[in-house]
C-alpha cells in the first residue's frame, strides 16, 4: 500500500533552516510527481511545491519562492524540502503528497500524515 | 495569477439534507478543477477530478458541475460522516491552488 511518511518538523527560530522529508513506499516513486503542502493552524490547505518525476522542474508558491527548495533522491524513495529564512507565517503542518494525472488535469491521491513546523523565538 | 474563493465558509445542515458548495475562479480556468475533503486530524481526500468526475470510491451522493468561473460542489443527502472541510482546488501545468474551504457542520 502507499505511505508517505513525513519526518524533520519541530520547532525552529526565525531566520533558521529546516530539512524535512518524506520516505515513500508501496509505488514506484520515480513515475510521480510530488508536492509539498502546508496547513497553518486552523487555516486552509496552502500548496507549497512541486517537483517532476525526474526532478527536472520544479514550481513554487509566490510565499516561499527564493526561501525553499523542493528535491528528490529517485534511487532513496524520498522527497525533500529545505526550509531557509523561516518566518513565524510559515507556521503549519506540512504534508508529502503524490502528484497523479486525473482526466486531463492533476491531482493528489495520496498525503502523508504531515509533520509539525513551528517558527517560533 | 488565478484566485479561488468558496462560499460559505461555513454550513450547517441536517442529516438528509442537500448541500451545495460554490467556488469561484478570477479566470476562466475551462473545468481544472478537483474537490477535496478534509476530517478534522486528517489529511484531505480526493472526491472529484475535473470538475464533474467522481474519483474512485466515492459515494454518489457526491457530484460537482461547473466550467469556466463558477463551480459547485453538492451533497445529495448529507451523512454524519461528511462533516469535513471542503476545499477546491484548481490545477494548471503542476501548479495548485487551494479554495480557501468550506467547513461543514450538523
Known amino acids: 500500500q502507499v505511505q508517505l511518511v513525513e519526518s524533520g518538523g519541530g520547532v525552529v527560530q526565525p531566520g533558521r533552516s529546516l530539512r524535512l522529508s518524506c520516505a515513500a513506499s508501496g509505488f514506484t516513486f520515480s513515475n510521480y510527481a510530488m508536492d509539498w503542502v502546508r496547513q497553518a493552524p486552523g487555516k486552509g490547505l496552502e500548496w507549497v511545491a512541486v517537483i517532476s518525476y525526474d526532478g527536472r522542474s520544479k514550481y513554487y508558491a509566490d510565499s516561499v519562492k527564493g526561501r525553499f527548495t523542493i528535491s528528490r533522491d529517485n534511487s532513496k524513495n524520498t522527497l525533500y524540502l529545505q526550509l531557509n529564512g523561516l518566518r513565524a507565517e510559515d507556521t503549519a503542518v506540512y504534508y508529502c503528497?503524490?502528484?497523479?494525472?486525473?482526466?486531463?488535469?492533476?491531482?493528489?491521491?495520496?498525503w502523508g500524515q504531515g509533520t509539525l513546523v513551528t517558527v517560533s523565538s | 495569477d488565478i484566485q479561488m474563493t468558496q462560499s460559505p465558509s461555513s454550513l450547517s445542515a441536517s442529516v438528509g439534507d442537500r448541500v451545495t458548495i460554490t467556488c469561484q475562479a478570477s479566470?476562466?480556468?475551462?473545468?481544472?478543477l478537483n474537490w477535496y475533503q478534509q476530517k478534522p486530524g486528517k489529511a484531505p481526500k480526493l472526491l472529484m477530478y475535473d470538475a464533474s468526475n467522481l474519483e474512485t470510491g466515492v459515494p454518489s451522493r457526491f457530484s460537482g458541475s461547473g466550467s469556466g468561473t463558477d463551480f459547485t460542489f453538492t451533497i445529495g443527502s448529507l451523512q454524519p460522516e461528511d462533516i469535513a472541510t471542503y476545499y477546491c482546488?484548481?490545477?494548471?501545468?503542476?501548479?495548485?491552488?487551494f479554495g480557501p474551504g468550506t467547513k461543514v457542520v450538523i
Open positions: 482546488q484548481h490545477y494548471d501545468n503542476l501548479l495548485f491552488t
Open positions: 479566470h476562466d480556468i475551462s473545468n481544472n
Open positions: 503528497a503524490r502528484d497523479v494525472v486525473r482526466g486531463h488535469g492533476d491531482a493528489v491521491d495520496y
